[in-house]
């Protein structure tokens, strides 16, 4: 549900931008608004994203090979970090680099109008497409803070949607204020200020986003919730005398990996101690259905 929930996301996600992007590039070439280009590129940057994301959640899926034991759930680590590259190269450089163009040689103005129309409708669509990756993060924050969740959060494509979509609406808030600036002011500096804002905000976001995904695509641990209720299913089992060392890795957004040491107690036999590691495995996916592979060592401690 988790994975029909993030791919909605996405979807909403890439029409908004996409019908955006166009109107933008319309609307900048009429009016000759730094910050209309840059909110443009901004766009165009989010557009590709999405596809992106749904190319990696789709070639996510894909089964185990021989070459690729373990599945190919990291695809959808390695998308996410991309987007936050391309965010940073298509969307902030390029706005600042635009912000410091219209500084440096200035120009007027022109469709204030236009602009705040397209900029005002733009912000309904983009805080619409936003609406739904909040709720559909919502589903599975539980009662942790927004940014908590969105560290913890092991689905990376629904935590850039919701990233890129809250630096949407800010970033068309900037360039409403900076357009508006304009309109009252006449000065012209405020919409090149408005674009370099609008590339800083960027270049934040693609950091952060570029941090979070980079961690899950070299091997981060299941969560410590995750760990917790492995061992305490392990030890609720009567035979269970201690569990060792405990090794998890996230291989997708909705795939562990599970290794983990398990001490019995004295006085079972060899085929009773093949029962217990079963019956362990079968735990441990019971209690985290996301445990698609899963490696249980008994040591019988009469023997060591």
């Not at 996301?9 to 070439?29: E, G, P």
């Not at 961690?215 to 569990?243: H, Y």
């Given at each position: 549900?988790?994975?029909?929930?993030?791919?909605?996301?996405?979807?909403?996600?890439?029409?908004?931008?996409?019908?955006?992007?166009?109107a933008?590039?319309?609307t900048?070439?009429?009016?000759?608004?730094?910050?209309?280009?840059?909110?443009?590129f901004?766009?165009?940057?989010?557009?590709?994203?999405?596809?992106?994301?749904?190319?990696?959640?789709?070639?996510?899926?894909?089964?185990?090979?021989?070459?690729?034991?373990?599945?190919?759930?990291?695809?959808?680590?390695?998308?996410?970090?991309?987007?936050?590259?391309?965010?940073?190269?298509?969307?902030?450089?390029?706005?600042?680099?635009?912000?410091?163009?219209?500084?440096?040689?200035?120009?007027?103005?022109e469709?204030?109008?236009?602009?705040?129309?397209?900029?005002?409708?733009?912000?309904?669509?983009?805080?619409?497409?936003?609406?739904?990756?909040?709720?559909?993060?919502?589903?599975?924050?539980?009662?942790?803070?927004?940014?908590?969740?969105?560290?913890?959060?092991?689905?990376?494509?629904?935590?850039?949607?919701?990233?890129?979509?809250?630096?949407?609406?800010?970033?068309?808030?900037i360039?409403?204020?900076?357009?508006?600036?304009?309109?009252?002011?006449?000065?012209?500096?405020?919409?090149?200020?408005?674009?370099?804002?609008?590339?800083?905000?960027?270049?934040?976001?693609?950091?952060?986003?570029?941090?979070?995904?980079?961690?899950?695509?070299?091997?981060?641990?299941?969560?410590?919730?995750?760990?917790?209720?492995i061992?305490?299913?392990?030890?609720?089992?009567?035979?269970?005398?201690?569990?060792?060392?405990?090794?998890?890795?996230?291989?997708?957004?909705?795939?562990?990996?599970?290794?983990?040491?398990?001490?019995?107690?004295?006085?079972?036999?060899g085929?009773?101690?093949?029962?217990?590691?079963?019956?362990?495995?079968?735990?441990?996916?019971?209690?985290l259905?996301?445990?698609?592979?899963?490696?249980?060592?008994?040591?019988?401690?009469?023997?060591?």
């Amino acid at each position: 549900m988790a994975t029909e929930g993030s791919k909605l996301a996405v979807v909403a996600a890439f029409i908004a931008n996409l019908s955006i992007a166009v109107a933008k590039f319309i609307t900048a070439a009429f009016t000759g608004s730094a910050a209309m280009l840059a909110e443009a590129f901004h766009s165009v940057a989010d557009t590709g994203n999405q596809a992106l994301l749904l190319y990696g959640m789709r070639a996510s899926r894909r089964p185990p090979d021989p070459r690729h034991p373990f599945g190919w759930g990291k695809e959808s680590y390695f998308w996410s970090f991309m987007v936050a590259v391309m965010l940073f190269v298509g969307g902030a450089v390029l706005s600042f680099r635009r912000g410091l163009e219209a500084l440096r040689e200035p120009h007027g103005v022109e469709s204030l109008g236009v602009a705040f129309t397209v900029l005002s409708v733009a912000l309904v669509i983009e805080a619409a497409s936003f609406t739904i990756a909040a709720r559909q993060f919502a589903k599975v924050k539980g009662s942790r803070s927004w940014l908590r969740s969105v560290r913890a959060s092991k689905d990376a494509p629904i935590v850039v949607v919701l990233l890129e979509d809250s630096a949407a609406v800010t970033g068309l808030v900037i360039a409403l204020a900076g357009t508006a600036m304009v309109a009252v002011t006449g000065d012209i500096v405020y919409d090149a200020v408005a674009s370099l804002l609008i590339g800083v905000l960027l270049a934040v976001v693609a950091v952060f986003l570029a941090a979070e995904t980079k961690d899950l695509l070299v091997g981060e641990a299941a969560s410590r919730a995750d760990r917790s209720l492995i061992r305490a299913r392990l030890l609720a089992m009567p035979e269970v005398e201690s569990v060792g060392r405990l090794l998890t890795m996230q291989l997708g957004p909705h795939d562990i990996l599970v290794n983990v040491e398990v001490d019995l107690r004295d006085g079972l036999s060899g085929s009773g101690v093949m029962d217990v590691a079963s019956r362990a495995e079968e735990e441990i996916r019971q209690a985290l259905p996301d445990a698609k592979t899963v490696f249980v060592e008994v040591r019988d401690r009469e023997r060591g």
